[in-house]
């Protein structure tokens, strides 16, 4: 007798079992939702000299480790795995700081930081799934910007949060919907290494029709 049980819903990374959202899809989709989509769901990634230097600068991070810091009782924690069975949220930490009952989720970027940028959404949901995971406090976390060398806290605030929860619902629309999102082209198209995969531009350019012969005059003109 045939199964009548539904098929299995194909979501973003292979996860076909909880219908989880990679943390990294909320920067994606904070950004772009056509970016995030093109990446998450039909699996189109191009690099350019800005994402190969992201890669190169998170060569460290990118290693499971543990690090002392100058900080007494602190350590970092590098590539930690985390997730949010509330959320539905999954990913990675390029570091986490642990230590006096904190926790603290430090992501790297290569560019300048943006105060209330997609970072930040990035951030505030590696600090709600850390909280949920862990019997310590997480109430920040920072982004490491390595063109300054410096860190930025990001407070977890109510409107934060909620943003966090507006986005994943957003992704989760897009991802299960049948058509890619409209293209944005504007501004951040020029900064963007799947500009050639998306073709905003093509896109969003008006149709012309082409030349049409003018109707002849009739006999009595």
């Known amino acids: 007798m045939p199964s009548t049980a539904e098929p299995t819903r194909w979501w973003p990374d292979g996860d076909n079992s909880a219908e989880r959202i990679p943390v990294s899809a909320l920067e994606h989709h904070a950004?772009?939702?056509?970016?995030?989509?093109?990446?998450?769901?039909?699996?189109?990634?191009?690099?350019?000299?800005?994402?190969?230097?992201?890669?190169?600068?998170?060569?460290?991070?990118?290693?499971?480790?543990?690090?002392?810091?100058?900080?007494?009782?602190?350590?970092?924690?590098?590539?930690?795995?985390?997730?949010?069975?509330?959320?539905?949220?999954?990913?990675?930490?390029?570091?986490?700081?642990?230590?006096?009952?904190?926790?603290?989720?430090?992501?790297?970027?290569?560019?300048?930081?943006?105060?209330?940028?997609?970072?930040?959404?990035?951030?505030?949901?590696?600090i709600m799934c850390l909280a949920e995971m862990l019997n310590l406090a997480v109430p920040y976390g920072e982004v490491f910007t390595h063109s300054d060398r410096r860190r930025h806290r990001v407070d977890l605030t109510e409107q934060l949060t909620n943003l966090v929860h507006t986005t994943i619902a957003a992704l989760r629309t897009v991802l299960a919907g049948p058509d890619l999102p409209p293209p944005l082209a504007d501004s951040r198209c020029r900064r963007c290494s799947m500009l050639d995969d998306c073709l905003p531009h093509a896109l969003t350019a008006p149709i012309h029709e082409p030349n049409r012969p003018q109707p002849l005059g009739t006999w009595d003109d």
């Not at 590539?79 to 989720?105: F, H, K, N, Q």
Request: net charge negative; proline share 7%.
């Open 31 to 126: 950004y772009c939702p056509r970016q995030a989509a093109l990446i998450h769901l039909e699996g189109i990634f191009t690099d350019d000299v800005n994402t190969v230097r992201g890669q190169l600068a998170h060569e460290r991070v990118d290693k499971p480790g543990i690090r002392a810091t100058a900080a007494p009782g602190m350590r970092q924690h590098y590539a930690v795995p985390i997730w949010s069975a509330t959320l539905g949220l999954y990913g990675r930490c390029d570091v986490v700081e642990i230590g006096e009952g904190l926790a603290v989720p430090i992501e790297h970027k290569i560019g300048s930081y943006h105060p209330g940028g997609p970072a930040d959404l990035q951030v505030a949901a590696q």
